[in-house]
T-cell receptor, first 115, second 110 residues
Framework: GNSVTQMEGPVTLSEEAFLTINCTYT??????LFWYVQYPGEGLQLLLK?????DKGSNKGFEATYRKETTSFHLEKGSVQVSDSAVYFC??????????????FGTGTQLKVEL | EPEVTQTPSHQVTQMGQEVILRCVPI?????FYWYRQILGQKVEFLVS????????KSEIFDDQFSVERPDGSNFTLKIRSTKLEDSAMYFC????????FGPGTRLTVT
């Protein structure tokens, strides 16, 4: 079945440091890939997505590229801020687009950014 | 901006009791989901719902669980006889092109 593996946290960085959170997946066919973010006390928010190989999703300075050859979707940001402190979840759905496709999540990586 | 809401934010119940978790999806969305996250573990899919019926359910979603859209706005998850291992955060989501999640209900079974 489908699965997502992401690096364990917590990850602690200084403000303006470079961030990478690794994510790899196992799936048949051509899944869509997502990063969700969960701020304290809030629900999951879609951060970015990519629906086909070599697509790059980007939002709020975060980027991730869909690499089919390495089955990866690593999250990066060039300069993190304290406000980026949150839990980040990598996820996939089994088909591109459409509705009714459940998400399979990784375990989440907690990011803490300090001044 | 429209958002998914969930009530209550925290529910404490005794083992064996029935609980109903409520969600108000974003209006005009057609697909609805429940997920749960046991503390420290992955977010897990429970069930998806479309056109007033279950479209997919996981092996977690056994006969103790049911979902309903009783009035065209609310989307509920019922657990008939709660167990200790049902303690988790339960997330509702609704979808047009993306899945939008509510803030979750923390269920504590004692």
């Amino acid at each position: 079945g489908n699965s997502v593996t992401q690096m364990e946290g917590p990850v602690t960085l200084s403000e303006e440091a470079f961030l990478t959170i690794n994510c790899t997946y196992t799936a048949t066919g051509y899944p869509s890939l997502f990063w969700y973010v969960q701020y304290p006390g809030e629900g999951l928010q879609l951060l970015l997505k990519a629906t086909k190989a070599d697509d790059k999703g980007s939002n709020k300075g975060f980027e991730a590229t869909y690499r089919k050859e390495t089955t990866s979707f690593h999250l990066e940001k060039g300069s993190v801020q304290v406000s980026d402190s949150a839990v980040y979840f990598c996820a996939l759905s089994p088909e591109s687009g459409g509705g009714g496709n459940k998400l399979t999540f990784g375990t989440g990586t907690q990011l803490k950014v300090e001044l | 901006e429209p958002e998914v809401t969930q009530t209550p934010s925290h529910q404490v119940t005794q083992m064996g009791q029935e609980v109903i978790l409520r969600c108000v999806p974003i209006s005009n969305h057609l697909y609805f989901y429940w997920y749960r996250q046991i503390l420290g573990q992955k977010v897990e899919f429970l069930v998806s719902f479309y056109n007033n019926e279950i479209s997919e359910k996981s092996e977690i979603f056994d006969d103790q669980f049911s979902v309903e859209r009783p009035d065209g706005s609310n989307f509920t998850l019922k657990i008939r006889s709660t167990k200790l291992e049902d303690s988790a955060m339960y997330f509702c989501a609704s979808q047009d092109y993306e899945q939008y999640f509510g803030p979750g209900t923390r269920l504590t079974v004692t």
